[in-house]
């Protein structure tokens, strides 16, 4: 199954690849890589989820915003891929950044929010490898950023 019908399959509705916020691109191929610069997580309908988690959110409500931040990230692959998510080989990494306090340690169970999304719409070529990071801020007072690395065939 392509991964466009498995997005089908899944009722899965991406949002909208949102241009840079600054002097960057949202991604750059590099050979048979895509890089995918940092999502950050908004609602379906592009409002900023925004808080600390382990003080204004939950994990649960961690792992949501790291979807959506996955969602992102595959709808940029998308345009950088000219809309043919078939030109994916795999997903090679995701490095996660958790807006939390000091004392909240399940920084891993909150990126698999964009973890899980991958490996469902990708199977065996979406399993990657990954960093789950905690920082104490994140641009906007957003909850979550994921970005990703691709392989391309």
């Known amino acids: 199954m392509s991964f466009d019908k498995k997005i089908l399959e899944l009722d899965i509705q ?3 690849a949102k241009a840079p916020a600054g002097n960057y691109v949202a991604t750059k191929i590099i ?3 895509l890089y995918i610069s940092g999502q950050i ?3 379906a309908d592009g409002k900023l989820i925004k808080g600390k988690i382990g003080k204004e959110l939950t994990t649960e409500q961690g792992y949501e915003a790291a979807k959506r931040c996955g969602l ?4 940029q692959a998308k345009i950088a891929c000219e809309d043919d998510l078939s030109k994916i080989k795999s997903c090679i990494k995701l490095t996660g950044f958790v807006n939390s306090t000091d004392e909240f340690t399940e920084q891993p169970k909150v990126i698999n929010g964009a973890s899980d999304l991958i490996a469902s ?3 065996d070529a979406g399993m990657h490898t990954r960093a789950a990071v905690s920082t104490n801020s994140l641009p906007l007072g957003v909850s979550v950023e ?3 690395i691709f392989e391309l065939n």
């Open 72 to 75: 992102s990230i595959i709808a």
């Open 31 to 33: 050979g048979k890589l």
């Open 41 to 43: 997580s908004t609602t």
């Open 146 to 148: 994921v970005d990703a």
């Open 14 to 16: 991406l949002p909208e």
């Open 121 to 123: 719409i990708f199977g």
